[in-house]
C-alpha cells in the first residue's frame, strides 16, 4: 500500500521510538519521500542506525534532531532490531544508500533536480559522475564536498537557495548533516533533504 503525502504530518514531530514504525519498507519509504518532493517544502529525511538511535537516545541535541525530522527510515540491521524491541517493527531496512537510488531514478523520471553535499571530493564528484550515468534524465544541478568554513557555508547556502532543488542529498554524518539542514531549514529552498551519511564513498566507488 502506497504511502500518500499527508503521512508526512502524522509522523512530523514524533520520538525516536514512534519515528521507526508504521512498517515502511523501500518501497513506501520511496513512496512518501516521492509524493513529498515536489511540494516545495522542506523535509529532513534522516536514515537511521543502531548507533544514530543509540547517540540520540543519550543526547538532547542529537534527540531533537531525530524528534523534529519529517522522516526517520531503519538504517541497519540493528534499526530494524530495535524497532521490534520496541514494539514497533519496521518491514525491512531501509538503506541510505538504497533510498538515494531509488529516489535519483523516480527523480530522472519526473524530470526532477537534485545537488549534492558532502564527503570528500573524489567522493562527491565521483557519485556526481555514477548519477549522471545512471540517471541522465535526473537534473543534476551541482555538488560539494563536506569541507567548508563558516564564510563558504553561507555562500553553499546561499547556492543552494537559489538553484531549488528538489532533491538535497548530504552527506555529512549524523549529526552535522540534520544539523545543517535543521538550522537552514528557512533557507535552503529545497523540496526533500535526506541525511546519507556515507552513501557517496559507495556509490563513488571508494568503499566497497
Not at 512498517?23 to 543502531?50: F, I, K, M, Q, W
Amino acid at each position: 500500500m502506497a504511502m500518500l503525502a499527508e503521512e508526512v504530518e502524522a509522523r512530523r514531530g514524533r520520538g525516536v521510538d514512534s519515528g521507526l514504525n508504521g512498517n515502511a519498507g523501500l518501497d513506501e519509504s520511496a513512496a512518501l519521500n516521492e509524493s513529498a518532493a515536489p511540494a516545495r517544502r522542506l523535509l529532513r529525511v534522516v536514515t537511521a542506525n543502531a548507533e544514530i538511535l543509540y547517540a540520540a537516545s543519550r543526547h538532547a541535541e542529537q534527540g531533537a534532531l531525530l524528534k523534529n525530522a519529517d522522516i526517520i527510515t531503519p538504517d541497519g540491521g540493528g534499526a530494524v532490531k530495535a524497532s521490534i524491541t520496541l514494539g514497533r517493527p519496521v518491514a525491512e531496512r531501509v538503506a541510505g544508500v538504497d533510498l538515494l537510488c531509488r529516489l535519483c531514478a523516480e527523480g530522472a523520471r519526473r524530470g526532477w533536480s537534485a545537488y549534492l553535499l558532502g564527503a570528500a571530493e573524489e567522493s562527491a564528484a565521483g557519485t556526481a559522475k555514477r548519477l549522471r550515468q545512471d540517471w541522465p534524465e535526473l537534473r543534476l544541478l551541482g555538488w560539494h564536498n563536506g569541507y567548508f568554513d563558516e564564510e563558504e557555508k553561507e555562500k553553499l547556502i546561499q547556492e543552494i537557495s537559489g538553484l531549488k532543488p528538489d532533491l538535497l542529498f548530504v552527506a555529512l554524518g549524523f549529526p552535522a548533516q540534520d544539523r545543517f539542514v535543521e538550522e537552514n531549514r528557512q533557507r535552503l529552498g529545497a523540496g526533500l533533504c535526506v541525511g546519507v551519511g556515507g552513501s557517496f564513498d559507495v556509490l563513488s566507488g571508494r568503499v566497497r
